[in-house]
């Protein structure tokens, strides 16, 4: 086996806390998240609310994430995550407003239905600026504010699509697929550093959100909320809740994986194993 380097073993005692708190979980911890107005995001928020942290909302769908936020006593800002100068806005606001940045989800996302050969160099475009290049504008802007705090937590929304490519979704399964490497490659950059910030990529399978539901319509003809028992449809389709995923971004964001960098965190009932 090969000798370990100084420097590769130093670089491995430090990681773990987030932003230097002494609380479990995410209690008092200021959470961005992306794409909040619906779905996972939503979902997410919720759950951070509920487990006591302070959650900032952003989407491009203003109107419902201002009614969101509101509901659920958070703060919401308009943003378009493909802006790249938007970016540096939040994090002015979110500094103003709470001093810190303790948890990023880079959320927001589209998924439109198109293989190798019908997919436009326009949608291509679209779909790696809404994801990949959103998920890069965020991670460099967020570790900078975290870095003053002494550390945090990135969650990069990813998708099973970067383990095995899905054809109908060709832009997609390669924007999810390098938000997987790019995680990895920004957590062990963080870890090098000494910042005290993780950065992981989390992996759903069909989750029942807006985004799934449009496309159980267009590709199977199914439409989950007209069912007779959308819940009982649900599950003999395998398709996950958004619980489900907020559980574990919520766990990620958390004190309790503060061993877990880089690792890529599939939540498919099992779909990619069999
Ligand atoms: N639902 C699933 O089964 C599933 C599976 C794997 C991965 N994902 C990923 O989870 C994330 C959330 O998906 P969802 O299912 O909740 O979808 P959704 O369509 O319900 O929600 C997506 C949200 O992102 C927002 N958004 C879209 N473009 C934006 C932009 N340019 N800037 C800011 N906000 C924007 C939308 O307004 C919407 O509120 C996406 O990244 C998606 O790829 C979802």
Known sequence: MAEMSESKISDRETDGQTGGQASRGVSGHVILVT????????ADSKMLVEQGARVVMTDIDEERGRSLASELDAVFFHQDV???GRWADIMTAVEAGFGRLDGLVNNAGIAPIADIETTSTAT???TLAIHLDAAF???RAGIKLMKENGGGSIVNMSST?????IPDYLAYSAAKGGIRSMTKAIAIHCRRQRYGIRCNSVHPGSINT??????LRELMDV????????ERMRRKLGIGEPDDVAGMVTFLLGDQSK???GAEMVVDNGDTVV
């Open 137 to 139: 504008f965020g991670c």
């Open 35 to 42: 794409g909040a107005a619906s779905g996972l995001g939503l």
């Open 259 to 261: 061993h877990i960098t």
């Open 223 to 230: 439409d989950l909320n007209a069912a007779e028992d959308p």
């Open 210 to 215: 807006p985004m799934v539901q449009h496309a």
């Open 124 to 126: 291509w475009r679209s």
């Open 161 to 165: 699509a970067a383990l095995v490519g």
């Open 82 to 84: 493909a802006d790249e």
